[in-house]
């Protein structure tokens, strides 16, 4: 797995930076040790920039012009926040989809 996600638009890199700007060591290693991502724990590699959840779904709120490429190229990144942020995305498009889309 990446990294991070390779923002594949303006807008995702964009929201890409707004991530990387609440991001706290302090908290991604505490966060690293409760969801235990040690060798052979049950996360065992998950990465995280010590973001949360509610500042996640306020930065989604703010980018509503994600698309479902930039949600997908999201759930590809080592970040557990950037993965989560583009759940966020493709669930909003699910959510104002029709059955076409």
Do not use: C, W
């Not at 980018?63 to 949600?71: A, D, M, Q, T, Y």
């Amino acid at each position: 797995m990446k990294d991070s996600a390779k923002p594949v638009s303006g807008n995702a890199a964009r929201a890409h930076a707004a991530l990387m700007a609440l991001a706290n060591p302090e908290k991604a290693a505490f966060l690293a040790g409760f969801f235990k991502t040690g060798k052979g724990q049950y996360a065992e590699g998950d990465r995280f920039l010590g973001i949360t959840v509610p500042a996640v779904r306020q930065i989604a709120r703010q980018h509503p012009e994600l698309g479902i490429e930039e949600g997908t190229k999201y759930l590809e990144s080592a970040y557990n926040e950037e993965r989560f942020l583009g759940l966020l995305v493709l669930v909003r498009h699910y959510q104002k989809g029709d059955p076409a889309a």
